[in-house]
């Protein structure tokens, strides 16, 4: 067992030993880290949940390909701890020698900047993009920038800036950037705020989970990290399995893919969308990139949201779960994984192991839409997704996911049942577009009524149809 860990912060290596004075608690945010601790006021202090992008930092680590990757990600939303064995840098960092960055230099010439509370973070999603090689197009930008709010320059003269750097930005690459060396033994550490445990394998993790079954299993702390900053918990226990490379594995067998629970929602749709293009633009609209950098399929899944983004699109799938704890493993069907409300079936020592997702038939298509009051950046008010095979003219095999219509994400035998062996028409998901008032029964909240839900779901099998119609496959 450790209690330090060490890190390099712009080029500079760091050793925090939590047993001595003075040393803050390993579950402080980065953000706070570096503004109070470290007095590094260029990374700013905005909304503090995630969704301003103001307080942008650059991370490099190692993937599970042994490659050292480079992104963005919220400072509010990282936890120190998890700094361990990584390369942090920040807005202070990317000037070099007294001559700034091209990043930097592009937004200074095109005056991408008025009052420059957003700029740092601007300029640190945009040092990621650039450093590891991404074009700027009209496209990439939006999605680069996707987590970055800019209340008062415009957008128009930053994406002008970034559009410069095109002249020298190279091809895609792997960063060459330094990395400390890994810490032997792992780190446990119990201070004013509670545990915090790092175990180095998956065997320890299930032994701690059984020994410990109330801590909550914390890989991308996207939701931990919010709930913190709203509710304001004395004690914030928890096991950190953010470096345990075995839980973010992505391995092929017959039929099927198989994706570690721990991989970030960005891998699980770099993944994804070779198989099902068609679910591409339903996971860009998952929060924003730097978001999707660290928050991971596991921890979506043991949110068990109602109106959680990911498990519609499983059941749609009839994506597999499988389950572990320290005596053995399990495999549920994504249908019968939720049994309420923010409630599923695991047990206190049981994780999400991996998820099991099918390779599709040629015959296989898929429709996926989130309704939402804003197009990014927002929780969705409903999600529909419906998988089925078109063959010979006639549906087959279809499989639904709604989210928001009920208190967990649910499938509908009934809307399956009226649309298999129905022929591929207008007619027939107009027919069961007819249907939705019958299959649920929805409730009205600050995001939409139950007769808006009702009525967009009802449009949403007609657009299904107009928009799969024509594709001979999705994949």
Known sequence: MRSKIQFLLNGDPVALDFSEYGTPDPQITVLKYLRDFRKMTGT??????????SCMVALAQKDTAGNTVLYAANACLMLLGMLDGKHLITIEGIAKNGKLHPVQQALLHRKGTQCGFCTPGVAMSS????????KFTPTSIQEILSGNLCRCTGYESIREALTDLNATVQSLREPTIELPPALPGEFFWEGSMGPYIKPQ??????????KYPRYPIVSGASDFSVKNILEE????????TSDLEELKQIQREEGWVTLGAGASVETFKNMLVPLYPAAEAYLLSFAS????????????LAGASAVGDIMPLLLALNAQLKLRTSGGSRTVACKGFNTGYHTHLLAPDEIIYAVRIPI??????????????????????LTFCLCFDVVNGIVRNASSGFGGMAPTPVSSKELEDFLNGRPFSEETFAGASALMPQLFSTISDVRGSAGYRMKAASHLLVSCFLETHGRNHDR
């Not at 040092?127 to 991404?134: C, K, N, P, V």
């Not at 394998?201 to 059984?210: A, G, N, P």
């Not at 918990?233 to 950190?240: A, K, N, T």
């Not at 990139?289 to 979506?300: C, D, E, K, M, Y």
């Open 44 to 53: 700013k202090e905005g909304c503090g949940t995630g969704d301003c992008g």
């Open 127 to 134: 040092f990621a993009a650039y450093e590891t090689g991404r």
């Open 201 to 210: 394998t998956v065997s320890s993790l299930l032994e701690y989970k059984r």
């Open 233 to 240: 918990p004395e004690q914030r226990p928890l096991i950190d």
């Open 289 to 300: 990139l730097p978001v999707r950098n660290r928050a991971t399929i596991g921890g979506s």
């Open 360 to 381: 599709p038939s040629k015959t296989r298509k898929l429709f996926a839409h989130k309704q939402s009051a804003r197009k990014d950046m927002d929780i969705s008010t």
